[in-house]
């Protein structure tokens, strides 16, 4: 049987461990941490005794979304058995300050005119938003490769999507209440930095190819609780190594021959590295991986408990405002408010990030102005994903590398998507795919896109 190691218990590294896994490979999956899922976890936070105990509660280091468009990570779910506990919404509350909520939602026609309805009535943009927004959403459609595949557009990657925003003669506010609205927090970018190909592919594939394909998914469960070690046992041959960070990747005469973790070499026939980009060239220095152009974009996450409830609403996107999503985790007392590209709270203190947030959502949600914080959770993920901008996509490395028997998988490799869950787990199988060909025994895991 050929063997594999996987280094880094992400979705990259999961998704690839668990395909060869499945398909006739003896794998061994190194995780540094003690727990999976990498930048997609969830862990317990102090209860009323200040200590992580009894009364800790389960957190996700940050609220994760998806579409219904990401078909790979809703197949990756599947193997492990966790399909169903993604829930998925058909509403997406705009609210803007003062408490005035847009609902976006399909209704009978077919794609693209499925949003007809709701997105002609929606409040909180003009007839000149909208019909701007309606003529940029049709020049997606006709500019988009896909569609046109020899005359796409073939720029999307070196320009931001603000200039293609402008260039469509986009109103200030379609930009900020609607275009920023939904990509900032989909890319984790500004719009005058990110490639307008993410932007392209979030509303191609997401709004317009099909009529259920913006629905957006929610876990139901902490994200940790997603990816039990006894069902990755269970699924295939994958052996989990807990705490078991690899120090170096052994390379000798042109190929891999083993990794170092606590001081033992291990070895197997093939290996890939899902680690984020800034950790490679310490364990792998002969690759000399050009990683110019990649930097990192930050993304804040604000739990709050409050002594009362807030709102009945299950999330809601706030606009104008520094906080652009809530998701009520439990009765409208307990929320969680995320910023995406969030460099403007990185350095601002923790009490004042709570401040700011209790400031804002008492503009949102009336009843805030005399909520009590019972606790408070700020995390700041500096190191987020990478900062997805235009001119980037061709540094992206491939799977296969210089070595023959090794490869590379994780959100910031080519996947074909921007840096969130459903790209680091195409990684993952691409990477797979490449291990099965290198053995002789070439098997397909990725899905096409749904458009
Ligand atoms: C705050 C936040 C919010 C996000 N929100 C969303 C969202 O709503 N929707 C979405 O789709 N995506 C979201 N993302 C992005 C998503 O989390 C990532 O794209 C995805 O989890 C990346 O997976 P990965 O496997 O590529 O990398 P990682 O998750 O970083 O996995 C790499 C793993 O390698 C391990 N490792 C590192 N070095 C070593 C070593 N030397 N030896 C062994 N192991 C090692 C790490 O511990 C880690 O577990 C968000 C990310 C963050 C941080």
């Known amino acids: 049987m050929p063997s594999a190691i996987v280094i880094g218990g992400g979705l990259a590294g999961l998704a690839s461990a668990s395909a060869l896994g499945q398909s006739g490979f003896q794998v061994d999956l190194f995780e540094a941490r003690g727990f999976l899922g990498g930048r997609a976890t969830s862990y317990p936070v102090p209860g009323d005794n200040s200590e992580v105990g009894v009364n800790s509660e389960v957190i996700d280091n940050c609220q994760h979304v998806l579409l219904r468009c990401c078909v790979n990570l809703m197949n990756f779910y599947g193997r ?42 929606l409040p909180f943009l003009g007839l000149s938003d909208k019909i701007g927004i309606a003529r940029a959403l ?39 209440r609607f275009w920023n609205q939904v990509l900032v927090s989909a890319i984790n970018e500004d719009l005058d930095r990110m490639a307008a190909s993410h932007g392209f592919q979030v509303f191609w594939l997401g709004f317009l190819a099909r009529a259920n394909a913006y629905e957006m998914g929610i876990p139901a469960v902490p994200l940790g609780d997603l990816y039990n070690p006894e069902v990755l046992r269970r699924i295939g041959n994958v052996r989990l190594r807990l705490r078991a960070a690899v120090d170096q990747v052994i390379a000798e005469d042109g190929a891999i021959r083993g990794v170092l973790a606590g001081g033992e070499r291990h070895t197997a026939d093939y290996y890939i590295s899902t680690v984020p980009f800034e950790r490679v060239p310490a364990l792998l220095p002969q690759l000399e991986l050009n990683l110019d152009g990649f930097e990192h974009s930050p993304i804040t996450g604000i739990h709050l408990w409050l002594d009362r409830s807030l709102t009945q609403l299950p999330h809601a996107t706030l606009l104008d405002r520094t906080i652009q999503w809530m998701f009520n985790k439990s009765g409208g007392r307990y929320l969680q408010l995320v910023v995406s590209a969030s460099r403007s709270l990185v350095e601002m203190p923790r009490a004042e990030v709570i401040a700011l947030a209790m400031r804002e959502l008492a503009e949102f949600f009336p009843r805030a102005k005399d909520a009590k914080i019972e606790k408070a959770h700020v995390v700041k993920e500096i190191r987020a994903t990478f900062s997805a901008r235009a001119g980037l996509e061709q540094s992206r490395p491939v799977s296969a590398t210089k070595f023959p028997n090794f490869f590379l998988a994780g959100d910031w490799t080519r996947s074909g998507w921007p840096p969130i869950m459903e790209g680091a787990v195409r990684s993952g199988y691409l990477a797979a795919e490449a291990v099965s060909r290198a053995a002789g025994q070439e098997q397909k895991f990725l899905l096409p896109d749904i458009a």
């Open 138 to 176: 049709g020049a997606i459609r006709r500019e988009h490769g896909r569609v046109h595949l020899s005359g796409g557009r073939r720029d999307l990657d070196r320009i931001s999507m603000l200039d293609w925003l402008r260039e469509k003669r986009q109103t200030e506010r379609a930009i900020a």
């Open 80 to 121: 492990l058995g966790v399909a169903d506990r993604i829930q998925f919404h058909k509403r997406f509350y705009f609210i803007e300050p003062g408490g005035r909520t847009s609902i976006l939602e399909a209704g009978a026609l077919p794609a693209p005119l499925h949003f007809t309805g709701s997105f002609w009535k």
